[in-house]
């Protein structure tokens, strides 16, 4: 074990012998900066959810990108992009000795085409990113085999949703988060295996319950309180949750229960020797958060399906292995450092968008190609040589397997992934060497309706009308999707704009840091449950022993 100083934050951290052992095995310097401060950086190289309307640089059509149109980047629409009218070898460039290895590989990054958005197989769906198998699926990210999905972000397997984030096999559900198999369910945190629900945090297996919380197994709860099938039918009606007005003052007598009740220290399901939130059989996994079937992961987020020693990652699946300092690598992939969007590719070094391809070294927007570096091809010998030289100048100035320099990011820090888990004001932001992208984003005051009249959500055309968020001002419209479902589930038209809506939903699931605390039986546990969070903490046995 050994105590460093980070060089970014100045904060003390800690090497775990586990941690050493893993660096000498895939042999890269010992990192200088802190876990937090190591994940800020790398999630700054990755815009999820901000996009905008540009110009593909090749057919000269209107599309939508994660590049902002004010950047000098060339972008290419997804379908010019993976066309094979184009071919990233003819950016090739000569590895020169006597430049850093960094410069050459940002004026490579500069000059190679970025396609506008990644996803692929996806029917009659719009504004999409990394996303797969979506069909008619509009404004969803990182998502894949959905159906009838709008505004969703990680979800997967979902039918007729809005407003979902982290679940799984969920239909005609609205704003629910890490929510699993469920029907017919709105306004919930990981209710797993619930029907006809309202309101439920921390529940498993209940039908025509509202407002419930941990509670498994069960029919006709309100609050916690078992009602005769009559009385809850009768008390339903009387909170009119199909109203606007009937629904906010049901979520505050909610909100106050749900604080009076406590809660398991991290959500942890049938995990070995495992540390994070949010994991699922998960083995040997530690500072992870958001993961399931996963093993020898550490410092991650989003490692899934089979990843394996996947360390300082976010977003690494579907037998994933062997990564470091890398983000969405996926399809199975292995062996990658400081990769972004490599998928399907193995040994890949300082790379992005390089799919199918291995052995790639600081090569950017590869297809089906091997033994590159600076999108050059080369025998597998010189290929060798040229790469060990690099390693070894990275090395001598201890920054082989440190994440791209900051100046490297293609976004600034307000679009990317950084802001959602470590939210900066401008000048922070710059103060701290980030950029910033100040395009004015949203539409304000055009509004074509008000929500007089709207309190119960009946009939009435709101189908192309534009609202203002209630708390932004904002404009935003209703897909006709969306509209259907709030209808199918006679619930009210939300009136925040979908990005607070989503922003509400993460604050709610809290940051992925891990802090000492004590439970309230006694035991010292890592949780990510911060201090300022009202409700008790519980350890696992003892969450067990009351409530299941
Ligand atoms: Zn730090």
Redesign the pocket.
């Given at each position: 074990m050994q105590t460093k100083t980070?060089?970014?934050?100045?904060?003390d951290?800690i090497l775990e012998q586990v941690d050493l052992d893993f660096y000498q095995k895939i042999d890269v310097s010992i990192p200088k900066?802190?876990p937090?401060?190591?994940a800020k950086i790398r999630l700054y190289f990755r815009n999820e959810k901000i996009l905008y309307n540009t110009t593909c640089a090749k057919s000269g059509h209107s599309i939508v990108s994660v590049f902002s149109p004010n950047k000098k980047d060339i972008v290419y629409s997804y379908d010019a992009w993976f066309s094979d009218d184009w071919d990233a070898l003819d950016y090739g460039m000569d590895y020169d000795e006597n430049r850093p290895f960094f410069d050459q590989l940002k004026e490579l990054f500069d000059k190679v085409p970025k396609p506008a958005l990644l996803h692929t197989r996806s029917v009659d769906s719009e504004y999409l990113n990394l996303a797969a198998d979506n069909k008619n699926a509009y404004m969803i990210f990182e998502s894949s085999n959905n159906e009838d999905a709008t505004n969703c972000y990680w979800i997967q397997k979902c039918k007729d949703v809005a407003d979902v984030s982290y679940s799984d096999s969920c239909e005609l559900c609205v704003n629910c988060d890490n929510c699993f198999n469920c029907y017919r369910v709105t306004d919930s945190k990981s209710a797993h295996n619930c029907s006809d629900c309202d309101f439920l945090v921390d529940c498993r297996g209940l039908t025509n319950c509202i407002g419930c919380v941990n509670l498994y197994q069960g029919e006709y709860y309100i609050l916690n309180q078992k009602y005769s099938k009559e009385e809850y039918y009768k008390e339903k009606e009387k909170l009119q949750l199909d109203s606007y007005e009937g629904r906010n003052i049901f979520k505050q007598r909610f909100n106050e229960f749900l604080n009076s009740q406590p809660q398991k220290y991290a959500e942890i399901v049938n995990c070995i020797n495992s540390s994070g939130n949010y994991l699922k059989n998960m083995k040997n996994c530690t500072y992870t958060f958001h993961g399931y079937d996963a093993e020898e992961c550490r410092y991650a987020e989003h490692v899934l399906r089979n990843a394996k020693e996947c360390v300082d990652v976010s977003t690494a699946g579907l037998n994933a292995e062997v990564i470091f300092n890398s983000l969405n690598s996926g399809l199975d992939t292995a062996h990658q450092i400081c990769a972004f969007a490599c998928w399907s590719s193995t040994y890949a070094f300082y790379s992005g968008y390089c799919f199918n391809s291995n052995n790639v070294f600081g090569c950017f927007g590869l297809r089906k190609k091997e033994y590159c570096i600076l999108n050059k091809q080369y025998s597998k010998e010189d290929y060798t040589k040229i790469k060990n030289h690099i390693i070894e100048e990275l090395k001598t100035i201890g920054k082989w397997g440190e994440w791209f320099p900051k100046e490297m990011s293609f976004f600034g820090y307000n679009e990317s992934s950084a802001m959602d888990q470590f939210p900066l004001s401008k000048d922070e932001a710059l103060a701290q060497n980030f950029t910033w992208e100040d395009t004015e984003r949203g539409v304000y005051g055009k509004e074509t309706k008000t929500w007089n009249g709207l309190d119960v959500f009946s009939d009435q055309t709101v189908l192309g009308e534009i609202f203002a968020c209630t708390e932004t001002g904002k404009n935003y419209r209703f897909t006709e999707q969306e509209i259907n479902l709030y209808k199918k589930l006679h619930y009210p038209l939300p009136r925040l704009h979908p990005d607070i809506r989503l922003e509400m939903r993460l604050q709610k699931r809290g940051k992925n840091m891990l802090s000492k605390r004590l439970t309230q039986d006694g035991k010292e546990v890592l949780s990510p449950i911060p201090q300022s969070d009202p409700r008790p903490i519980l350890s696992d046995e003892e969450y067990k022993k009351r409530f299941l």
């Open positions: 980070c060089t970014e934050c100045k904060e951290f900066i802190c937090i401060c190591r």
